[in-house]
């Protein structure tokens, strides 16, 4: 009986085992952490489907990896601490690279170059960065546009800076007239520009030029490593191209 009762326990102590490397193998999923109002890096479509450049930039990546993926919509301006809580394994969005982020985060290499310009309406007498002296002008809330206009002189002039979750909250309010410009992401302003033809200004000023990175946890080095190693493989095979093509036109990912 005692026989029977100890090859009972190791065939249990067995199958857990075979359970967990299974599960630590096939099974992995990692958790981005996504703005789901960041066209057209990720945002939601008609049907209310999670899409965009990175959206599939990091499918693709993750399935390199061998990983499932689950992206996590999060209120951006949380983003360092849900990385560091462990809610979410990867800031991945049109994440702008920065000292101050440095500090917080571990980046794999930048992906894209991006910009941070102010948008006016079509019709608005603003036409370069000093006529924002006096207006009102909005942006997203902890966002690297912050950190542009707060780096221009011209931010001690301005009238008003209103704060808002998301860009899309901005810009609506730059048609109804409550703001006069707002600064934001050059290839997310490029997008509206596009899907509402005639609306918006592009000033030819630009505030910072930027690149995006990936957000991986301080410690994990080693899901850093494994992540970009992803990363340059699909950069070197076409896939990353095919990906830029579908949302720019063109090929724009940094090699």
Not at 57 to 73: D, L, S, T
Not at 95 to 109: A, C, G, H, M
Not at 112 to 128: E, F, H
Not at 212 to 224: F, P, S
């Amino acid at each position: 009986m005692r026989k029977l009762s100890l090859l009972f326990m190791s065939l249990v102590l067995l199958l857990s085992v075979v359970g967990c490397a299974s599960s630590a193998s096939g099974d992995k999923e990692l958790i981005v952490g996504i703005d789901d109002k960041f066209a057209p890096m990720g945002f939601r479509d008609e049907k209310n489907e999670i899409v965009g450049f990175d959206i599939d930039y990091a499918r693709a990546a993750v399935e390199k990896m061998g990983y499932k993926i689950k992206f996590q919509p999060i209120d951006w301006k949380t983003k360092e601490s849900e990385l560091s809580s462990g809610r979410i394994d990867l800031i991945w969005n049109g994440y702008t690279i920065t000292d101050e982020r440095k500090e917080k985060v571990l980046f794999t290499k930048p992906y894209l170059k991006n910009s941070q310009v102010v948008a006016v309406m079509a019709d608005s007498d603003i036409k370069g960065i000093n006529d924002l002296a006096g207006k009102n002008v909005g942006l997203q809330a902890l966002s690297s546009a912050a950190d542009a206009l707060a780096s221009n002189e011209i931010k001690s002039q301005i009238s008003n800076i209103s704060e808002f979750s998301d860009n899309v909250l901005a810009l609506s309010d730059l048609k109804n007239g409550r703001l006069d410009a707002v600064v934001i992401d050059e290839v997310v302003l490029k997008y509206y520009m596009a899907k509402e033809e005639g609306t918006y200004t592009l000033l030819e000023e630009s505030l910072a030029p930027e690149e995006y990175g990936i957000g991986v946890k301080k410690g994990r080095e080693d899901l850093l490593n494994e992540l970009q190693k992803a990363l340059d493989e699909i950069n070197a095979d076409g896939t990353a191209a095919k990906i830029s093509e579908k949302w720019f036109g063109e090929d724009k990912v940094l090699k």
